[in-house]
């Protein structure tokens, strides 16, 4: 398929926003102000910590991915899903409940914390430089949050195989896959969590070939052999705070630091998205308005189902 075909497509479903269990304008005459809320809460914690936005974001891909996107990823408890392995890192859990706080004020029983965190997410991507979008909402939240069933998260030691078999269990597609690894344009991880490319790639005792001299040279420097591997290092070299296409092109260049990101130039449908975001940055922000509103619509529940949280931290 020609890049300028795939863009056309991408750019149709961006803004293709037929009505569905979710619309928009839902809270218009109940909370008029929620978005102005959560974007203000979003903009004023990014100011004092611009990482957070990249932590933001993810913790709403961790919620859609487990139960569907209920808000049960903000439970408190030993067993919930924030306690499992996969979600241990997670952050920016304070600023859905600084913005829950300010909404309950202003309009007590009304928004739910599944709604606060699908557009904080979208808000953590406007402040850094990337596209708006509306976001219908009208989701309730989960009555149920266990840390047992985030063991099929993806992670970024899958095979590209299996991270395709994962997205297809969520209702979406490989070009989804590679469109909402894009949200690596912003943020940090661990060196733990990919230091085994740098001196020990699958039991080699060698690096990871697939990476560049230039990468590994520098990844090197930021995390040493035998260090704890609690070092943070930007998921896209040289833009970690601007949400832009660069991650793209650092994949085409062997520049990926997670495994998992830089596999997808293994894998033909994923690396032809690849090449499109990486020579055409609007490509990406709409293929990603895309990709985001179709993982926020994984089983919501609506309606009489679930609850509307006093807090999203505990259920009622």
């Given at each position: 398929m020609e890049l300028t075909v795939l863009a056309l497509l991408i750019v149709a479903a961006a803004y293709n926003l037929a009505e569905g269990a979710t619309r928009i304008g839902f809270y218009d005459g109940s909370c008029p102000r929620v978005e102005a809320i959560v974007k203000s809460?979003?903009?004023s914690h990014m100011s004092s910590n611009p990482m957070i936005g990249a932590g933001v974001l993810r913790l709403h891909f961790h919620d859609c991915f487990v139960r569907g996107c209920?808000?049960?990823?903000?439970?408190?408890?030993?067993?919930?899903?924030?306690a499992?392995?996969?979600?241990?890192?997670?952050r920016g859990f304070e600023v859905i409940d600084d913005a829950k706080r300010q909404i309950e004020a202003a309009c007590p029983g009304v928004v739910s914390c599944a709604d606060i965190l699908a557009?904080?997410?979208?808000?953590?991507?406007?402040?850094?430089?990337g596209q708006f979008w509306p976001v219908p909402l009208g989701r309730r939240d989960g009555r149920v949050s266990s840390a047992s069933d985030a063991s099929n998260m993806p992670s970024p030691l899958d095979s590209v195989a299996v991270l395709k078999q994962k997205f297809s269990a969520k209702g979406l597609t490989t070009l989804d896959l590679a469109t909402l690894s894009g949200a690596h344009t912003i943020g940090q991880t661990d060196c733990r969590f990919f230091s085994y490319r740098l001196y020990n790639f699958s039991s080699t005792g060698k690096p990871d070939p697939s990476m560049s001299q230039s990468t590994l040279a520098m990844l090197q420097q930021q995390c040493p052999r035998g260090?704890?591997?609690?070092?943070?290092?930007?998921?896209d070299t040289g833009s970690q705070g601007s949400f832009d296409s660069s991650y793209f092109k650092n994949l085409r260049n062997g520049g990926g630091v997670l495994e998992s990101d830089q596999r997808l130039m293994d894998d033909t449908g994923a690396r032809i998205t690849v090449t499109a975001f990486g020579v055409a940055g609007v490509t990406f922000r709409a293929g990603f308005v895309a990709s985001m509103l179709r993982m926020s619509d994984i089983?919501?529940?609506?309606?009489?189902?679930?609850?509307?949280?006093?807090?999203?931290?505990?259920?009622?």
């Open positions: 809460t979003v903009r209920d808000g049960s990823i903000l439970i408190d408890g030993p067993s919930a899903e924030k499992a392995l996969a979600n241990l890192g997670l557009l904080a997410a979208r808000d953590a991507v406007s402040e850094s430089g260090d704890a591997g609690l070092n943070k290092v930007a998921l089983q919501v529940l609506t309606g009489s189902d679930g609850e509307i949280r006093r807090a999203c931290n505990a259920v009622n």
